[in-house]
């Protein structure tokens, strides 16, 4: 079953979070395995990260073999709290370029 994640990382600016995309996210050579669609809000506050995966597992082995090597390369700020999974009934996304 899909599952909805989302994480909120303080202080974090888009330039950084540009910057850690291209280098382990979705803008990557390899796009994150089991990934269905991705979401990344500047706020006041910071990020804002809002993913849909196939599964919880494939959300983190992506976290602790491609992400978090680049958070900690890159300066980060600690998330706010540990990521939320909510379970997806039903999720569909549109072709890019539409």
């Not at 706020?43 to 978090?68: H, K, M, P, Y």
């Amino acid at each position: 079953m899909a599952v909805m994640m989302e994480i909120e990382f303080p202080g974090v600016t888009a330039q950084q979070y540009d910057t850690v995309d291209r280098s382990a996210g979705a803008r990557a050579d390899q796009p994150p395995e089991g990934l269905l669609s991705h979401t990344a809000i500047i706020t006041d506050a910071g990020l804002r990260v809002i993913d849909v995966w196939e599964s919880t597992e494939a959300c983190d082995a992506f976290f602790t073999q491609r992400l978090q090597p680049a958070l900690e390369e890159h300066g980060y700020h600690e998330p706010s709290a540990a990521p939320t999974f909510s379970n997806v009934h039903y999720h569909y996304a549109v072709a890019a370029g539409r």
